[in-house]
């Protein structure tokens, strides 16, 4: 019996290491067999990482090739519309398109482009004639410590900037300005408007405002830390905004750029938040109602030079602060030639109704009673009769312009809203 189960666990033995030696194999070849595979697997994940470093650098090439032909194309032509603009010079004695005083007649329909962001500020060098000149964008209302800058306006539509421009301080607003090759904006949660050098990359000089209120302590109906908005016109740099002492109206006040000095202010009577936003031409502050309205209308205009100032109703200046949407370019608003001295009629209620496609002559306008025709001071404008009201241009819908900005060289106003930037032609009068 024993010598029996010793021979049938010999048995059992035998089966087993049978068994194990040829799932061993079996194991063997599979791990063989893997090997090779991350081998090959390996080998070709190496050669997939060349390819791709080698595509990356010729692509890097390439980019750069791209960008030094651009910023040849960009310099050939500022240098020939730079020539262009001199032999149209010769023999003409035309009146400049930023001669002073200017009288808004209409504020044409506009214009657009999606931008990045929802809110931000588009600045331009009004002095700086160049067609292609440079743009710069600050993106938000503060507080932010990065300028964009375009080598032009085409740059901006497919989105490649030239340099990212790092500040040693936060801006805050949508109220900043490039004036002779220098950012001004007012410094983030301080009384202070800093100057800062576009090319050396460095703070010039700051300016405080005496009593200003900031942080949202008296900025215009949008809010977006508009506290201080900065403007250039004709007569160069500006500074709107409101102190406790003004008990929260709007002051002006002339900016000397060169030696940062303040100039002379003038106090109005109008709260600043119960404007819209505001830009000056020649010297004459132009705040619009409402920066949420479509249609709104220029409600204040303060004229600095004679202390004048004139509270507008509705349609004496509409101004349609919306681009049609998905519409751009849908046509050219251009005012009547004829100017009316009255032209009003009593509706139903008895009270006086003015027609938007005419306007009548207001105490801040040049008031010799002189007729004038209608000017429209802009390049590439186009002279016509139009007479399409506002009625007729929109539907009711509610818009977010958070800045606006006068650009005297192409006689337009610029508008940041709702993540697009809009452009509207600006008609003057002149005389016959």
Not at 173 to 191: A, E, M, S, W
Not at 228 to 241: C, K, N, Q
Request: net charge positive; glycine share 8%.
């Amino acid at each position: 019996l024993k010598e029996g189960i010793v021979a049938a666990m010999t048995n059992q033995f035998n089966f087993m290491r049978a068994v194990l030696l040829s799932r061993n194999e079996e194991l063997q070849k599979l791990v063989t067999t893997l090997a090779m595979l991350v081998e090959v697997t390996s080998q070709g994940m190496h050669s997939a990482h060349d390819t791709h470093r080698i595509l990356l650098d010729r692509v890097g090439y390439l980019n750069d090739t791209l960008v030094s032909v651009r910023s040849m194309l960009t310099s050939e032509l500022r240098k020939k519309d730079k020539r262009r603009r001199r032999a149209g010079k010769k023999g003409k004695k035309s009146r400049p398109k930023d001669a002073c005083p200017k009288e808004i007649s209409a504020i044409g329909a506009g214009k657009f482009r999606a931008m990045k962001y929802p809110v931000g500020s588009y600045m331009v060098q009004s002095n700086n004639p160049n067609i292609y000149r440079s743009v710069y964008i600050m993106p938000g209302s503060g507080p932010q410590d990065e300028l964009q800058e375009y080598d032009t306006p085409q740059d901006v539509a497919f989105n490649i900037p030239a340099h990212y421009i790092p500040l040693p301080y936060y801006c805050s607003g949508t109220g900043h300005v490039i004036y002779r090759r220098h950012l001004y904006c007012h410094q983030h949660g301080t009384d202070l408007i800093m100057k800062f050098h576009l090319k050396r990359y460095e703070i010039i000089s700051d300016l405080p405002l005496p009593g200003v209120g900031y942080s949202n302590t008296f900025p215009y109906s949008s809010k977006e830390n508009t506290d201080v908005d900065l403007a250039v016109d004709e007569y160069g740099l500006w500074a709107i905004y409101a102190t406790n002492d003004s008990a929260g109206k709007v002051v002006i006040t002339k900016i000397d750029h060169k030696n940062m000095e303040l100039g002379k202010t003038w106090r109005t009577s109008y709260p600043k938040r119960n404007l819209g936003n505001a830009f000056m031409i020649c010297g004459t502050l132009y705040a619009t109602d409402s920066h949420r309205n479509v249609p709104t209308f220029i409600r204040y205009v303060y004229n600095t030079e004679t202390g004048q100032e004139q509270l507008l109703q509705p349609g004496e200046m509409p101004f349609l602060n919306s681009a049609l949407v998905g519409r751009p370019n849908v046509f050219t608003y251009e005012p009547k030639v004829e100017v009316v001295e009255t032209d009003e009629e009593k509706g139903e209620n008895g009270k006086r109704k003015v027609r938007a496609a005419r306007l009548e002559r207001k105490p801040w306008l040049r008031g010799d009673g002189v007729r004038r025709r209608v000017r429209a001071n802009r390049a590439g404008s186009k002279r016509g009769t139009g007479e399409r009201t506002t009625a007729e241009m929109v539907t009711k819908k509610e818009s977010n312009s958070v800045m606006l900005s006068y650009d005297h060289r192409t006689s337009t106003l610029m508008s940041w809203n709702n993540g697009r930037l809009e452009t509207f032609p600006i008609y003057f009068r002149e005389d016959d």
